[in-house]
């Protein structure tokens, strides 16, 4: 499996900000096997508004899940993030799975999260280098994720 850099047009990826987008695809004989998004959102912290990227989506088709590949886009896509001035990556999902990949619960390290309909297990942060302790606050999502209507869960 080959990880490469895809350059696409979309809401998310076409946001304009400090952060490039990061957008990775899995590549296998049989073509594309999975794809992770890093974009750009906002840390609302006491200090100034800071440049923070979220991980959403990564997917996985299901012919290939379970092989390992969710992790390696994980991996390389954290280490693309490593190479900006990015201080942390913000996402939603299982605690289970991304905590094994290096992600730790937010909400307990004072950062807050930018929906009530976010589970608070599932409102996860990685801490880059580039990070230093006076960077909490809440987590502001880009406009776009707002227009899809994708935070959290409804009823
Ligand atoms: C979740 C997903 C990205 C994982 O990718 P993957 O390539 O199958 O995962 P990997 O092979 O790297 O890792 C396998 C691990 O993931 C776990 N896993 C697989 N699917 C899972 C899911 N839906 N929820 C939680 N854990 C899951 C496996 O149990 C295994 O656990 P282990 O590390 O304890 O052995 C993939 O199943 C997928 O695309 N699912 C549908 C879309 C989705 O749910 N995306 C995540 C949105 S936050």
């Known amino acids: 499996m080959a990880v490469v850099g895809l350059v696409t047009t979309g809401t998310v990826r076409a946001t304009e900000r400090a952060l490039a987008p990061i957008s990775l695809v899995a590549e296998g004989e049989q073509g594309v096997t999975g794809h992770v998004l890093l974009s750009h959102s906002l840390l609302d912290a006491p200090r100034r508004l800071v440049d923070v990227y979220v991980l959403s989506p990564l997917a996985v088709s299901p012919a290939h899940q379970r092989t390992g590949i969710g992790t390696r ?3 390389r896509a954290l ?13 939603e999902g299982s605690p289970v799975y991304y905590g094994k990949r290096g992600f730790e619960r937010a909400d307990t390290l004072g950062f807050r999260s930018p929906s009530l309909r976010i589970p608070p297990p599932a409102f996860q942060v990685r801490r880059l280098s580039c990070w230093e302790p006076w960077m909490t606050g809440t987590l502001v999502y880009a406009a776009a994720f707002w227009d899809l209507d994708c935070v959290g869960l409804r009823d």
Do not use: K, Q, Y
């Open 79 to 91: 280490a693309e993030a490593e190479g900006t001035a990015a201080p942390l990556v913000f996402l």
């Open 73 to 75: 886009l994980i991996e």
